[in-house]
């Protein structure tokens, strides 16, 4: 059963849209304001969040960035093409303006989370990195870093090991299928390029040599 958090400051509209998600089916928690849905948020992640822009404290604008790996919907009264264009760019999965059609609402919801049933597994989240596979880019406290598919690769398997050192012939065997041009020669490189993407991003240095054994994410 998904559950998905309601974010609207008009007690009206968050009534209307609670009571129909629930009727669905789907487990719903609602937060009236930016900011009491970011404390909601670093309690419990639901499957989608339908966010309402004009918001007291925090607005729908602000809060968006700091959402990770959560399909968001805007629903908003604001028409302007630059309005749903930046928003889509900045992160958000769709947006519907108000007034709006509860059925095509239902049905941009029922997509987006076969979407996300679809795509499991993509993502992968350590501390302040997030690395998305299919786009091949790591989000780094909110700033979006492009890989190349090996770089990809080698970050993934170090994700997947945090704080554990990781030998140079394990990562070679390992990525060995996807990304048949890593070479034992090659790979220090491909560590390189990583390293400085990730430090230019936020300036912390997220992999470290472990000497004679391989490498590490700190």
Do not use: W
Request: proline share 4%; glycine share 8%.
């Amino acid at each position: 059963m998904s559950s998905i958090l309601v974010i609207d400051d008009d007690p009206h509209i968050n009534e209307l849209l609670s009571q129909a998600l629930q009727g669905e089916g789907y487990v719903i928690s609602r937060a009236y304001s930016g900011t009491e849905a970011l404390m909601m948020l670093s309690r419990h992640k639901p499957d989608l969040i339908l966010l309402d822009l004009m918001l007291p404290g925090l607005s729908g604008e602000e809060l968006l960035p700091l959402i990770k790996d959560i399909p968001v919907i805007v629903v908003s009264a604001k028409v302007g093409v630059s309005d749903k264009v930046g928003l889509l760019l900045g992160g958000a999965v769709d947006y519907i303006t108000k007034p709006f059609d509860m059925r095509e609402l239902l049905a941009r919801i029922t997509v987006q989370l076969r979407r996300r049933e679809n795509s499991g597994g993509s993502t992968l989240t350590v501390g302040a990195l997030t690395l998305n596979t299919d786009t091949l880019t790591v989000f780094v406290g909110g700033v979006e870093v492009r890989l190349t598919r090996t770089e990809c690769a080698i970050l993934k398997l170090l994700m997947q090991n945090a704080h554990m050192p990781v030998g140079k012939t394990t990562i070679l065997e390992r990525i060995s299928l996807d990304t048949p041009d890593c070479t034992e020669r090659s790979l220090k490189q491909h560590i390189s390029n990583i390293r400085h993407k990730l430090q230019a991003a936020d300036g912390c240095d997220y992999i470290e040599a472990v000497y004679g054994i391989g490498f590490r994410l700190k």
